[in-house]
């Protein structure tokens, strides 16, 4: 089983590159600046961390592993990109590791060519629940988006998040904020911009034995993204 499972994520992991980067000319915007400011709400919504998991602690032998490809509805992407592509998706590698004391370190990775999508989180369960009780964690999280020309963008999230199983399911959902720091090269006309978005999510995870399924809706700021993950967990 783990090893069809890893046969699966290596095939998937083929695919894990942002491709819509490659796409991006914020030229397009000329110098209007509001026009800046949306498609970087945008992009601080579609790249901002998305653990697509649960609230509750993995322990210290616990191990998440899954390819994850979200989309987000987007206002600003067609002129970004000059089509009419409306929808952002944006494929990663995640991995989870189980710390002491209810911690979890979470890490994700994207790349194609010179452009690279990475990020990282840390959560505490302040309540680790069982089975009455559900589980309560609080998280901080950064992404950073490099190697797109004449773009630099990167995001800083804040959330708590609840979670209850119910043998292998387990919902879950969560509040937070995001802080977007997009900054264009300096031969453009554009400023750099930087504001703070609210994010609310839910999801449900489903875990048979090893093979794991995830899947979330999130809205950060206006945008709204859905994500599934595929991988294993224990």
């Known amino acids: 089983m783990i090893k069809k499972n890893l046969a699966l994520l290596c095939v998937l992991g083929c695919f894990v590159q942002p491709s819509f980067a490659a796409k991006i000319n914020i030229a397009n915007f000329g110098s209007v600046q509001s026009d800046f400011k949306s498609f970087s709400e945008d992009m601080g919504s579609a790249l901002s961390y998305k653990a697509i998991a649960p609230a509750e602690s993995l322990g210290i032998t616990g191990f998440d592993l899954g390819v994850e490809f979200s989309s987000t509805e987007t206002k600003s992407l067609a002129k970004a990109t000059g089509t009419s592509d409306t929808s952002l998706i944006v494929p990663k590698l995640h991995v989870h590791k189980g710390l002491p004391l209810g911690i979890d370190l979470g890490v994700f990775y994207s790349s194609v060519a010179n452009i690279k999508l990475y990020g990282g989180e840390l959560r505490y369960a302040i309540v680790e629940g069982g089975v009455a009780m559900p589980a309560i964690a609080i ?80 809205k950060t700021g206006a945008s709204t993204t859905t994500s599934v993950k595929l991988g294993f967990r224990f």
Do not use: C
């Open 139 to 218: 998280r901080g999280a950064m992404s950073k988006l490099s190697g797109v020309d004449q773009l630099e963008l990167g995001t800083q999230s804040l959330d708590i998040s609840i979670s209850k199983g119910f043998a292998m399911l387990t919902p879950y959902a969560g509040v937070g904020t995001v802080w977007v720091d997009s900054t264009p090269d300096a031969a453009t006309t554009l400023k750099k911009e930087s504001f703070q978005q609210g994010k609310t999510f839910a999801g449900v995870n489903l875990n048979f034995g090893l093979t794991n399924i995830a899947a979330e809706w999130d």
